[in-house]
């Protein structure tokens, strides 16, 4: 079974920054995509950014040059580096993979959720 435990989540003042860091474990053959997500209260889930395997990123416009997302393909592990965090960037914070299992045993995994409060 395969799992995604995400870490990293608190509480930081309006400029400050966090790293979130998402371990994937389990019967993993291989991951493609990964992703973090946030939603804030009363609010649809949002794409934050994506990385491929190759390392490849894509960011939302709202966070661009302030996140940084990362990934370690031998630890299975993708990061997202939260800089001059705002206000509104408050927000449960959820990891995402492509994952097969095995050649073609493919699924969408995502994690637990991890709380981000910007405030002072």
């Known amino acids: 079974q395969v799992q995604l435990v995400e870490s990293g989540g608190g509480l930081v003042q309006p400029g400050g920054s966090l790293r979130l860091s998402c371990a994937a474990s389990g019967s993993i053959f291989s991951i493609n995509a990964m992703a973090w997500y946030r939603q804030a209260p009363g609010n649809q889930r949002e794409l934050v950014a994506t990385?491929?395997?190759?390392?490849?990123?894509n960011y939302a416009d709202s966070v661009k040059g302030r996140f940084t997302i990362s990934r370690d393909n031998v630890q299975d592990t993708v990061y997202l580096q939260m800089t001059s965090l705002k206000p509104e960037d408050t927000a449960v914070y959820y990891c995402?993979?492509?994952?097969?299992?095995?050649?073609?045993?493919?699924?969408?995994?995502w994690g637990q959720g991890a709380q981000v409060t910007v405030s002072s």
């Open positions: 995402y993979a492509e994952i097969y299992s095995g050649p073609s045993a493919y699924g969408d995994y």
């Open positions: 990385i491929s395997r190759g390392h490849s990123t």
